[in-house]
């Protein structure tokens, strides 16, 4: 849809004023850079689920979306191919939160089902798969569908510092106004997966790169998984303060930490959550961007 002179006019004077700031409709884009690749052009998945809630042991699918678009291997984006998208039977009605938040009814879904063939072949075109939020899409895809575990992820949420690029918070939503000053229909799986391209792809940071640069630069990097195992019940807050999380599972605490930064972390444990204790027992994992969002991580 062409925008309206009259109206755009009268955008581009709020927003040349100091007190408006004008936010305008997503746009429809099939290709980001007109300019010749640089080294390899390689293809990835953006990927969305709408689900039944947000346990990802227990709740199921509802929506599966997936956009597959090329990048070069500075972060450039290309072109954007064409969307999937999947109702799925979750076999139990949808909880009335989740139908008011995304729009989706039991009738939309009955009797359908995710075409497994289609995606898997998808994923054979794909050498990096990426969602916003991937600690939660990843987990409950790969029950549903194996093969999302043989895959290579990033976060367009974590694995890019958005400070960067002036943002505070980190939902799709606020990062789409606060970074590309655009809105869209949001809870739906097909147009997330399109306004999260749009996020990687179309803002600059101060030296040029694109927040796709910035992901790729964190999918390619190691992680340690310090665990601090039989810490006392006394240092929790400490812990937590550190940034340590719970592992209900393992029933312990862990951050993770560059590799390079592993030895520190260590003597930071010694020095403030074993030292009266006289019991120290540090574990250490790595992966890679293999098993990184993983419940295998």
């Not at 072949?121 to 093969?147: F, G, K, Q, T």
């Not at 592993?262 to 020095?271: D, G, T």
Request: glycine share 6%.
């Amino acid at each position: 849809m062409n925008p309206d002179p009259t109206l755009e006019e009268a955008a581009s004077r709020l927003d040349a004023s100091d007190g408006y700031i004008v936010v305008r409709r997503l746009p429809k884009v099939t290709n980001y850079s007109s300019r010749a690749p640089i080294g390899e052009v390689r293809s990835a998945l953006l990927v969305d689920v709408e689900s039944t809630g947000l346990d990802t042991a227990r709740d199921v699918i509802i929506e599966f979306g997936a956009v597959p678009f090329r990048y070069d291997s500075t972060g450039e984006v290309f072109d954007v191919g064409e969307p999937v998208s999947y109702f799925e039977d979750p076999g139990r009605p949808i909880p009335v939160d989740i139908v008011e938040l995304t729009g989706i009814t039991d009738a939309m879904v009955a009797g359908q089902r995710i075409d497994d063939a289609r995606v898997n072949a998808l994923l054979d075109e794909s050498v990096l798969v990426i969602a916003h939020n991937a600690s939660y899409d990843r987990r409950i895809l790969e029950r549903r569908l194996p093969r999302f575990a043989e895959k290579h992820w990033g976060c367009s949420r974590d694995d890019v510092p958005w400070s960067r690029f002036g943002a505070s918070g980190l939902k799709l939503q606020y990062l789409l106004y606060a970074v590309c000053r655009v809105f869209h229909d949001g809870h739906r799986a097909v147009d997330d997966c399109l306004a999260t391209i749009h996020l990687l792809a179309a803002p600059r940071a101060a030296d040029g790169r694109t927040p796709m640069a910035m992901l790729l630069d964190s999918a390619r990097r190691k992680t340690s998984r310090i665990w601090a195992r039989k810490s006392a019940f006394e240092t929790k807050e400490v812990l937590k303060a550190r940034g340590y999380r719970w592992n209900d599972a393992q029933k312990t605490w862990f951050i993770d930490r560059p590799p390079a930064e592993v030895e520190a972390e260590k003597s930071w444990l010694q020095e403030n959550v074993y030292a009266h204790s006289g019991v120290s027992l540090v574990d250490v994992t790595t992966f890679t961007a293999r098993e990184r969002y993983s419940v295998r991580a």
